[in-house]
């Protein structure tokens, strides 16, 4: 069974970063492209990033790039997402989820809570 | 402002029948890109419900229906059950000048009344 399972969440202030983690298992990792998705308080989906199965290429949403940087460590089956310069409108919740033509399957998601 | 525009909320009585649109254009769904449309239950993360278009994954009971045409997309609830009460939205691909990128619907509030 797929599972993936986020970590890394939590309070930071503006301009401060965090690291989101995110572990998966059930099955190959090295097969398939990544994304990070995530929802602010009471809104809609809002696709992040994406990195590809050898994660030789990534693409970001103007909203985040150049502060963002999606990255992945096939050996230990594991996706991250390294967040600078955070803003009060990067406060969310962070899914990491499989691309598989769609997102086929998601994690149970990170909150991020950016504020003094 | 999402890329794709969906209901904000559509209702409907148990067993009847109800209908979400998806509006794109000719940068995104009318390019030819396929649409997915995911589940979204309350306090759950979200689930994918149709896949390519029109394709039921595995376990999604056949009371679920997708299609597209042209610039738009439509996912179907027929037989509507008081489990079906969620969020749904519709995702696809927009073109940009580097390369085409993911985008999502508004989402749209399923109400079993």
């Known amino acids: 069974e797929v599972h993936l399972l986020e970590s890394g969440g939590g309070l930071v202030q503006p301009g401060g970063s965090l690291r989101l983690y995110c572990a998966a298992s059930g099955f190959t990792f090295n097969s398939y492209e990544m994304t990070w998705v995530r929802q602010a308080p009471g809104k809609g989906l809002d696709w992040v990033s994406y990195i590809s199965s050898g994660g030789d290429t990534t693409h970001y949403a103007d909203s985040v790039k150049g502060r963002f940087t999606i990255s992945r460590d096939n050996a230990k089956n594991s996706l991250y997402l390294q967040m600078n310069s955070l803003r009060a409108e990067d406060t969310a919740v962070y899914y990491c989820?499989?691309?598989?033509?769609?997102?086929?399957?998601w994690g149970q998601g990170t909150l991020v809570t950016v504020s003094s | 402002q999402s890329v794709l525009t969906q209901p904000p909320s559509v209702s409907g009585a148990p067993g009847q029948r109800v209908t979400i649109s998806c509006t794109g254009s000719?940068?995104?769904?009318?390019?030819?890109?396929?649409v997915h449309w995911y589940q979204q239950l309350p306090g759950t993360a979200p689930k994918l419900l149709i896949d390519?278009?029109?394709n039921r994954p595995s376990g999604v009971p056949d009371r679920f229906s997708g299609s597209k045409s042209g610039t738009s997309a439509s996912l179907a609830i027929t037989g509507l059950q008081a489990e079906d009460e969620a969020d749904y939205y519709c995702q696809s691909y927009d073109s940009t000048l580097s390369g085409p990128f993911c985008v999502f619907g508004s989402g749209t509030k399923v109400t079993v009344l």
């Open positions: 000719s940068s995104n769904i009318g390019a030819g890109y396929d």
């Open positions: 989820a499989r691309l598989d033509h769609a997102f086929d399957s």
């Open positions: 390519g278009n029109s």
